[in-house]
């Protein structure tokens, strides 16, 4: 498994009227989790874009448990557990920091994708990579 903790907090633009965290922020904090893990495994998304291959969000999914707010401090744990063949598969968990709670919970799908438009498999250079960072 590749794990990431990822911190931020909440800010004024990220809530609706009532001051509760607008739920489509929440795929927003996703990315920023998501590109932090790659990050931290050495895997840049430009690094992935030079090679010609783009992972484009095919399925997004978010369970909404407890509410956040303006100025809440929290931190989203993205995962992959398994190595890609042509899609990849993150996993994210955001708390509130200091909490046990789940907040939110979900995950997003990636296919692996040519220039052209064309599903591939994930490259070599990439497998690699995921390879020498999962651990049991």
């Known amino acids: 498994m590749i794990r990431h903790f990822f911190e931020t907090k909440i800010y004024y633009k990220d809530v609706d009227k009532m001051g509760i965290t607008y739920y489509s922020r929440y795929l927003e904090f996703f990315e920023q989790a998501r590109t932090e ?3 931290s495994i050495g895997l840049k998304v430009s690094n992935i874009e030079d090679l010609g291959i783009y992972l484009p969000v095919i ?4 369970d909404y448990k ?4 303006f100025e809440d401090k929290i931190i989203i744990q993205s995962e992959i557990s398994k190595i890609p063949k042509a899609r990849l598969k993150i996993d994210y968990s955001l708390k509130k920091k200091n909490s046990k709670k789940v907040s939110v919970s979900g995950y997003t799908i990636h296919a692996f994708m040519k220039e052209n438009g064309k599903s591939t498999r994930a490259p070599n250079s990439i497998l690699k990579i995921l390879k020498n ?3 049991e």
């Not at 399925?59 to 978010?62: Q, V």
């Not at 407890?66 to 707010?69: A, E, F, H, N, Y």
């Open 133 to 135: 960072n999962l651990t």
């Open 66 to 69: 407890i509410s956040t707010k």
């Open 37 to 39: 893990l790659f990050s």
């Open 59 to 62: 399925t997004c999914y978010c």
